[in-house]
């Protein structure tokens, strides 16, 4: 089964919380400000997807791992 790997860079970003609103599940912020993954592999990528694709700053990059 197909899985992915989530990878963000926490220098790049901002702490806007785009990616905790629309993917609550797996991201929050964490206690310096900056958004954080929960689980960083997926066999899903659901909601994952919607919060690189709100991010700003892209710092989200999602990758397909077999």
Do not use: Q, R, T
Not at 14 to 21: F, L, N
Not at 38 to 44: L, P, R
């Amino acid at each position: 089964m197909v899985k992915y790997k989530i990878a963000h860079d926490k220098d790049l970003c901002i702490g806007c919380g785009a990616c905790v609103s629309m993917c609550p599940d797996n991201w929050e912020i964490d206690d310096e400000g900056k958004a954080k993954i929960i689980n960083d592999e997926v066999e899903n990528i659901g909601c994952n997807k919607d919060a690189k694709d709100s991010c700003p700053v892209d710092c989200i990059k999602i990758k397909e791992i077999k």
